[in-house]
C-alpha cells in the first residue's frame, strides 16, 4: 500500500492538506483527486501543491472509528460551554482547557493557524517541537465499506452535506485517540464558512459539536491533551504508523430538544 500525501499552501501560508491509503491501481486517481482538492479550496488558489506519494514500510493497524455522537447547540456561546463541560469531565485541568481555547480563538501560530496540531500536558506546556508547523497526525485512511456505512448514516442524520469533512476528522480523530498517552483532543476548522469542531477521546468518542466559531472566522486548530508521554515516540507513532478505519463505530445523537438522549 502507498501513502499519498497532499497539502497545499499560497505565500507559504498553510491552505489545505489531505491524504489517502491506497493500492498502486488507485494511485493515479487519487493524486488526480487531491490536485482537485487543492485547487478548489475556499481559502484560494494555491502557489505551491506537494503531493507525496510513498510505499508504507510498516503494517497497517486497522481500528474501529470512535463512536460518532451529534451534539446540539444553538451557536458558538453554547458549543464553547460544551467544550469546557466535556474537556472538564475527561479531567483536562481548567487551565489547559482555557489556554486550548484561546489558543485557538487567536490562531495558535502567532496569530496565524498552524499546519498541524499543538501537543500540551496537563500543566499547560506546548510540547511540539516547532510551534508554527506544529504536528501532523498522518498516514490515515477509511476502507470503503465504512465510508459506505459512515455516509449512510450521516444521510438519515440530515448530515451528508459535510461527508468528506466529518469522515476526515473522525479517521484523524480515530488515530489521534489510539496514541498511547493521548487524554482527549479538540479541534475546529480554520475554513471561514466551516463552524463545527468536536471534542474526541478514547473514553467518550467522537462528540461533534455544530457551532465553535462564528461563521466568517478564519482561525482553528487542534490540541491533542496527553499525560505521561515520551514526546519523540508520541510524535514518530503520530505521523508513521498507518492507520486503516475499516469499520464505523455507531451515530448516536444526543442533548437538546427532539433528539434521543444518550442512555
Ligand atoms: N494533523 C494535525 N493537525 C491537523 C491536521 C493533521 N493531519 N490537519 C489539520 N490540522 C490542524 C491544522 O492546525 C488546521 O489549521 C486545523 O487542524 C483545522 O484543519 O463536522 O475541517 O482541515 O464533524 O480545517 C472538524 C469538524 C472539522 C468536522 C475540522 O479541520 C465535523 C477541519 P481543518
Ligand atoms: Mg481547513
Wanted: positive net charge.
Amino acid at each position: 500500500m502507498f501513502s499519498i500525501r497532499m497539502r497545499a499552501e499560497k505565500n507559504k501560508k498553510h491552505i489545505s492538506g489531505a491524504e489517502n491509503l491506497v493500492d498502486i491501481p488507485r494511485i493515479q486517481t487519487t493524486v488526480s483527486a487531491l490536485v482537485e482538492r487543492a485547487l478548489s479550496h475556499e481559502k484560494g488558489e494555491p502557489d505551491l501543491i506537494n503531493i507525496t506519494v510513498e510505499s508504507l514500510k510498516t503494517p497497517i493497524k486497522k481500528v474501529t472509528s470512535l463512536p460518532l455522537i451529534l451534539a446540539n447547540v444553538e451557536n458558538e456561546i453554547e458549543g464553547k460551554i460544551l467544550a469546557r463541560k466535556l474537556l472538564r469531565e475527561l479531567k483536562i485541568p481548567a487551565l489547559c482547557v482555557e489556554k486550548s481555547i484561546s489558543l485557538l480563538e487567536k490562531g495558535p501560530a502567532n496569530g496565524e493557524n498552524m499546519r498541524g496540531a499543538i501537543i500540551m500536558d496537563m500543566k499547560g506546556n506546548r510540547l511540539e517541537p516547532d510551534r508554527i508547523r506544529g504536528i501532523r497526525a498522518s498516514r490515515m485512511d477509511i476502507t470503503d465499506e465504512a465510508a459506505n456505512e459512515l455516509f449512510k448514516e450521516l444521510s438519515d442524520s440530515g448530515l451528508s452535506t459535510f461527508f468528506t469533512t466529518i469522515s476526515e476528522a473522525l479517521i484523524l480523530a480515530t488515530k489521534v485517540a489510539s496514541v498511547k498517552g493521548t487524554i482527549a483532543e479538540l479541534c475546529w476548522s480554520d475554513d471561514p464558512s466551516y463552524t463545527a469542531g468536536y471534542v474526541a477521546s478514547e473514553k467518550m468518542g467522537y462528540i461533534r459539536i455544530p457551532h465553535l466559531k462564528k461563521k466568517g472566522d478564519p482561525f482553528g486548530g487542534r490540541i491533542f491533551f496527553v499525560d505521561n508521554i515520551d514526546t519523540l515516540k508520541y510524535i514518530t507513532e503520530m505521523e508513521l504508523t498507518p492507520v486503516l478505519v475499516n469499520k464505523f463505530g455507531k451515530i448516536v445523537e444526543l442533548i437538546g430538544k427532539n433528539k434521543k438522549e444518550l442512555n
